[in-house]
C-alpha cells in the first residue's frame, strides 16, 4: 500500500482511531494552537498545554479555542516546560509531545537526558513528510533536522528509524533511495561509498523490512522517464517512499525547497524516541504545525 496524500491518511485516522493525547511544549504560540485546535475539532487529538499560562490563555480567547483550566499548566521558563514535558509522557499522561515556541536544542535537551529522558538506546532523527504536487504518494526526507554529518552507522539507525514509521502507517516493504549527486561509487565521494555500504547490508538481511537503493541520484528516484532515458533499472527508481539525505544541510534545503518552491505540504517529526515528537520551525504555518500532529497520531 501506499498513501497519496495527507487527506487520505486523515481519513483513515478519522474512521480507525481515537483521538491521541498530545502534550505541547511552550504552547503560547499562535499557529501552534490554531494547528491543535483544528486537530481537535477534527478529533485527531486531545491536548495538554505547558507554557506561559496567561499568554496562552489570551491566544486561546483571540482564536475562539476553549480549554479546560486543568488541561494548561504554567511555565516559567522553557526548560521547565520541556523537562515538564517529559515527564507527563514518562508519566503515560500523554502518549507524544509536540514543539511549540521553544528552541530545538532546549527541547531535545529535556529529550535526550540520559535519566529521565525519552530515549530508547537508537539515535533519534528527523523526518520530513511531504504531499509533492508532481509526485504519486507521500515522501519522507531524513534527516534535516537532527543529526549534523551521521556516520555510516549512524545513517542505518537513521533509515532504520524512517522505515520503522512507515512500517506503523501500514507499508509492508518501503522504498528507500540513498541520495547523492550521481549513481555510482566514486571512492573520491564519501557519501556514493556509504550508499551502496548500506544497499549491501539491505541485502544481506542486516536492515529488513525495506527495500534499499543506492547510491541514487535525486531525479532517479523520483522520475521514471528520468531513470528510462538514463537507462537506470530498480524497482525504487521513480517510487520511492523514503530519501535518506548525506547530511542535515543537503535534508534541510531539499525539504524546505519543495515547500517553498515546490508548493509541497510538510509534516515533520522527531522519531527514536519513546514516542514521536511533532517538531517543526518556531516559523512554520499553523497547516505545517496541524500536519505534523496528523502525522504523529497516525503512528499508533
Known amino acids: 500500500m501506499a498513501i497519496k496524500n495527507f487527506e487520505e491518511l486523515i481519513k483513515k485516522i478519522k474512521k480507525n482511531q481515537r483521538p491521541k493525547k498530545v502534550v505541547v511544549v511552550c504552547a503560547d504560540d499562535r499557529n501552534t494552537l490554531e494547528a491543535i485546535k483544528k486537530a481537535e475539532k477534527n478529533g485527531i487529538v486531545d491536548s495538554v498545554l505547558i507554557g506561559n499560562k496567561n499568554k496562552i490563555k489570551k491566544l486561546l480567547n483571540e482564536i475562539s479555542f476553549e480549554k479546560e483550566e486543568e488541561s494548561i499548566i504554567d511555565s516559567e521558563s522553557d526548560?521547565?516546560?520541556?523537562?515538564?514535558?517529559?515527564?507527563?509522557?514518562?508519566?503515560?499522561?500523554?502518549?507524544?509531545?509536540?514543539?511549540?515556541?521553544?528552541?530545538?536544542?532546549?527541547?531535545?535537551k529535556a529529550v535526550v537526558d540520559k535519566d529521565k529522558g525519552l530515549g530508547r538506546g537508537?539515535?533519534?532523527?528527523?523526518?520530513?513528510?511531504?504531499e509533492v504536487p508532481t509526485y504519486h504518494k507521500i515522501l519522507a526526507v531524513s534527516d534535516g533536522g537532527v543529526v549534523i554529518s551521521p556516520t555510516l552507522a549512524e545513517k542505518k539507525e537513521i533509515l532504520e528509524n524512517a522505515v520503522e514509521v512507515f512500517l506503523s502507517l501500514g507499508y509492508e516493504n518501503p522504498k528507500v533511495a540513498v541520495l547523492a549527486a550521481i549513481e555510482k561509487v566514486n571512492p573520491k565521494m564519501k557519501?556514493?561509498?556509504?550508499?551502496?555500504?548500506?544497499?549491501?547490508?539491505?541485502?544481506?538481511?542486516?536492515?529488513?523490512?525495506?527495500?534499499?537503493?543506492?547510491?541514487?541520484?535525486?531525479?532517479?528516484?523520483?522520475?521514471?522517464?528520468?531513470?528510462?532515458?538514463k537507462g537506470y533499472t530498480s524497482l525504487v527508481a521513480g517510487d520511492a517512499d523514503?530519501?535518506?539525505?548525506?547530511?542535515?544541510?543537503?535534508g534541510n534545503i531539499l525539504s524546505k525547497s519543495l515547500v517553498y518552491s515546490g508548493k509541497s505540504?510538510?509534516?515533520?517529526?522527531?522519531?527514536?524516541?519513546?514516542v514521536p515528537i511533532a517538531l517543526t520551525s518556531r516559523g512554520a504555518s499553523s497547516e505545517q504545525k496541524y500536519l505534523s500532529l496528523v502525522i504523529c497520531s497516525a503512528m499508533f
Open 79 to 108: 526548560i521547565y516546560a520541556a523537562s515538564k514535558g517529559v515527564e507527563i509522557i514518562r508519566e503515560q499522561r500523554a502518549e507524544f509531545m509536540m514543539k511549540g515556541k521553544i528552541q530545538t536544542a532546549d527541547l531535545l
Open 122 to 130: 537508537r539515535i533519534m532523527s528527523h523526518i520530513s513528510i511531504l
Open 191 to 229: 557519501e556514493t561509498v556509504e550508499a551502496r555500504a548500506l544497499k549491501n547490508m539491505n541485502q544481506r538481511g542486516e536492515v529488513e523490512n525495506c527495500l534499499v537503493e543506492g547510491p541514487i541520484s535525486y531525479d532517479l528516484a523520483i522520475s521514471t522517464e528520468s531513470a528510462n532515458i
Open 242 to 250: 523514503i530519501l535518506l539525505v548525506p547530511d542535515i544541510t543537503s
Open 265 to 274: 505540504k510538510m509534516a515533520g517529526f522527531i522519531t527514536g524516541a519513546k
